[in-house]
Every structure is written in structure tokens, then in C-alpha cells.
């Protein structure tokens, strides 16, 4: 129970890696709250959790507001609040459309950005707060063809989690994210090809996708006590991923 009695906002947490979050942090006897777009997943998640849902649109600073107000209104305080909501088309960046570049942005970076500004003066009051974030190794350490915008994106949150650490460690409040590789979610299905997952799995060293639980392990760790003397860093979970120098990097174990 390494999170009993603290108040934890997840935001994109519908299904996929957010639900998994969510799940774990509930697991270790956290109060939950869900803020997503899809208001009928959201609520079925929450329901399952034990938790309140709030629906909300990241990108927009009121809702982001909302999301807050109401996580500290059903449980007088938030202690936790992991910024996971994320979108990502695939469009080489010679076909993407202004306004395509900007709503992965709006989502990705300024949801980050919106969730921290809300999250503050609760945060700073307490004296106390984990902020977390859902980066990725796409980005910060790896890309490929039409993940343009995405790795921008993404790549920004890693800055803006070291400017908000140093910002905010004067109130007691960590700012960390997690990289994760690829995972096995049902936006990874919809998006992205059987033929691309195969080689996913081929280039990862430990020989398989993610699970979203294998995310969620690393975010329990940085909300935890265990993780209060770390903050404006990253945790890579990629089994390997960004480690070869090449694809010839398998070696016979016997
Ligand atoms: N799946 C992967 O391999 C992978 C790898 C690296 C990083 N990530 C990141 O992990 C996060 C979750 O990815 P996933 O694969 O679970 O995605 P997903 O599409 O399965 O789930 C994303 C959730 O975010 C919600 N959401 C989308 N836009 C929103 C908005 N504007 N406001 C509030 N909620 C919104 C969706 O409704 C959904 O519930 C994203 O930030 C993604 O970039 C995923």
C-alpha cells in the first residue's frame, strides 16, 4: 500500500497505458481520479477503479482547471497527478498540415504544460506533490519517418520537466517522467500496423512489446516514497530498445 490515502489525478487514462496507471496506483490503495475525452471508457474505468471520472480536454486550459478542482473536491487534496494523454498520427512531416502539427502539440506539450499550472497552487500549499509525466523514447533518444511532430512534442516535455523541477523544488514537489518504448496498447493497434509491430518486437532487445503494466511499475516507483529524493529526470522502459548501435545486435546465448 504505497500510495494509501493520496489523491491521485490521471489524465488520459481511458484505457491503454493511463488505465494501467491508474490501475496500479489504485492497487497500492490510492483514491483515483480519471480525466479523458472519451467520457463512456472514462467512466467504465473509474467505475472499476473505485474512482471519479471527470471529463475533460487536456489541450483546454479551463478543463485542465477542472480536472484539478476536481480531483482536491473529492478528496480535499492531490497528491499525484500523472499528465499520460497523448495522441500520435503518423504523417511525414512534408504531408503534414499546420493544423495536424498543432493539435499533437496541443495535447502532448501544452496539456503538460496546463496540467502543471493547474496542479501548482494546490501543490505548493500542501508543501507536497509528485508531478509526472508520459514522455517517450520517440523524441528524447529515437525517431522515424512521420513522427515529426510526436517526437517535438515529446522531446519538449524532457525540457519542460527539468524547468518545472527546479521551479518547484522549493515547495517540496517532484517533477518526473517516464520514456516509455512501445507498448501493446489499444491505440498502438489502431495506429500502427501488424507488419510494424513485428518489427518493433525484432529491434527490441528483451525480445517483446511493453505492457502497459510495465509502465505503470516505473510510474508507481516515481510517485512513491521510495523516489523523494529524485526529480527532473526520466526513466527509460523500452526493454532495450535504444540500446544497439545496429540491427545486427543478437547474439547466440549458448
Ligand atoms: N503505446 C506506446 O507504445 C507508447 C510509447 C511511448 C509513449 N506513449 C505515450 O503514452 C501515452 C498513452 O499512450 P497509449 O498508447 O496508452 O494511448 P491510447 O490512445 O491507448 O490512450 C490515450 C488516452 O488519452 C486520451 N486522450 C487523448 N487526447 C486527450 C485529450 N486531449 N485530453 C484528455 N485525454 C485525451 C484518450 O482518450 C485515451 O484514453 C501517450 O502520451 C503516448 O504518447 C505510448
Redesign the pocket.
Known sequence: MRLKGQAALV??????????IAERFREEGADIVI????AS??RQTAQRLDGRFVE?????WQ?AQNAVAATVEAYGRIDILV??????PWTLIEKTEPEEWDAVL???LK?AFLCARAALPHMKAQRHGRLLF?????GPHVTSPGHGH?SA??AGINGFIRAAALEFSSYGITVNGV??????????K??RSAEFIRSMEEAIPLGR??T?RD?ANAFLFLASEDASYITGTTIVVDGGQILPEGSDFRINPD
Open positions: 489524465v488520459g487514462a481511458a484505457r491503454g497505458i493511463g488505465a494501467a480525466a479523458d475525452v472519451e471508457a472514462g475533460a480536454d487536456i489541450s483546454v478543463q499528465q499520460n494523454a497523448g495522441i500520435y496541443a495535447v502532448n496539456g508520459t514522455s517517450s523514447i520517440t510526436y512534442s515529446k520514456e516509455p518504448g512501445n507498448i501493446l496498447t489499444e491505440g498502438m489502431a495506429h512489446m511493453g502497459p509502465v
